[in-house]
């Protein structure tokens, strides 16, 4: 029998209705949502049981749409607002890649809690395992393995992970990522996009994230190209003399199924490009912050029309893995992002892009009828950012 839930307002991230609901009402079944709207109007037809939740603000549940869970045991251990070179330092000290699976499970557990409801995690060394740890829960998911070097298999399938608990949970799908424009080759880059292409997946691709990755590509010198030859990664490194977004572009690593993580140096023309290429961002501001490399320029993203999400980055980069942190950071900062615009970035944004290709997350993102009944309640931390501004 459907059941009425009931709250003080809701941020329903759909067309049919206004973006903020006072008194409003969701009809769900099962898992489905069957309706959404307010709480006068639905409680009129509704004769099954009702849940009144109180004086809470009721939202679709989130995406965090990039985290490396594999880095979840360095949580408190690399440095802090130093910049890119200093952080780079502090993460090869540790043992970057020993997965710690009862930790990764916790921190589902905390994100659960928290309404998030799809992620998407790139993982360089552990993908396949990660993916069998993620069917095995509630979330939707894309489980990224990184393809990282200059090396591409005869044949680029063998980027991809076969794993039998993803295709058979029905909830996500194992893709592959690139690293960056100077740690994974060209060839690499466009054979592990090619498969992608081939195979409807998305394609993820850390981009633009610091000064460094700009001057590397440029002139092939700088302190943090250095510090990787020194440890016998990059020594034949040959700087192709481009900046990232034109580099990308022609590489033909950027089209709608393409996820650019960072976006942190981008220019005026780099955004423009961007929006006509149809690709989404992802901002993650707080990792950003973490490291010291400086802030995306977020309005501007928006503002050319580029599709734009938020993820939280690894806790080698980050205090934890909620987007509402990501989304609570932006509010302070960016006085032009109204509530359920910023809303919009963890939820109805990346089920946008996700959508096109998985389709747990079509089916997420907005309280409307045929929605998942899968929810988050906004924290009272940024409705106090909105109401005081
Ligand atoms: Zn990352």
């Known amino acids: 029998m459907p059941e009425l839930l009931r709250a003080a307002r809701l941020l329903p991230q759909c067309l049919e209705l206004p973006p903020v609901v006072d008194d409003g009402a969701v009809v769900v079944e099962g898992q489905d949502i069957l309706a959404a709207g307010p709480f006068a109007q639905l409680s ?3 004769a099954g049981p009702v849940r009144d939740l109180g004086d ?16 979840t045991h360095l949580l408190g251990k690399t440095s802090s607002g130093q910049g890119f070179v200093p952080w780079v330092q502090s993460l090869l000290a540790q043992p970057l890649y020993d997965l710690d699976a ?12 928290k309404g998030v409801a799809f992620l998407a995690d790139i993982s360089t060394h552990n993908a396949a395992r990660v993916g ?10 894309v489980s990224f393995a990184e393809a990282i070097g200059a090396a591409v298999p005869g044949d680029a399938a063998a980027l991809l992970p076969r794993v039998g608990a993803v295709e058979d949970c029905g909830r996500g799908a194992m893709s592959v990522a690139g690293h960056a424009l100077y740690s994974t080759s060209g060839p690499l880059l466009q054979a592990a996009k090619g498969l992608c292409r081939e195979r409807g997946l998305p394609f ?36 192709p003399g481009a900046r990232p977004v ?3 572009r022609e590489l033909g690593l950027m089209d709608a199924d393409t996820l650019l993580v960072h976006c942190v140096t981008v220019d005026g023309q780099d955004i423009a490009d961007i929006a006509h290429s149809g690709a989404t961002v992802c901002l993650c501001p707080r990792s950003n912050e973490h490291i010291g490399v400086g802030r995306a320029p977020a309005r501007a ?10 993820g939280t980055d690894g806790l080698c980069s980050n205090a934890d893995l909620d987007p509402y942190g990501e989304m609570a950071w932006l509010m302070e900062r960016d006085s032009g992002l109204d509530l359920p615009d910023a809303m919009a970035l963890i939820t109805v944004n990346p089920a946008l892009f996700f959508g096109r290709t998985i389709a747990q997350a079509a089916r997420l993102g907005s309280l409307a009828p045929g929605r998942l009944a899968r929810f988050s309640i906004v924290p009272a931390a940024i409705l106090d950012i909105w109401i005081h501004r």
């Open 44 to 46: 009129r037809e509704h």
């Open 56 to 71: 809470v603000t009721l939202a679709p549940a989130t995406f965090n749409s990039h985290v490396h869970l594999e880095m």
């Open 102 to 113: 009862s930790a990764v499970r916790t921190e589902l557990m905390r994100m659960e809690q």
């Open 132 to 141: 069998d740890i993620l069917s095995a829960s509630g979330f939707g998911f």
């Open 204 to 239: 993820s691709l850390h981009l633009a994230e610091h000064a460094d990755e700009d001057q590397i590509l440029l002139t092939g010198e700088n302190a943090f190209l250095d510090l990787l030859k020194a440890r016998g990664v990059l020594s034949g490194y040959d700087a």
């Open 246 to 248: 034109p580099l990308a």
């Open 301 to 310: 993203l928006l503002d050319a029309g580029v599709n734009v999400c938020l």
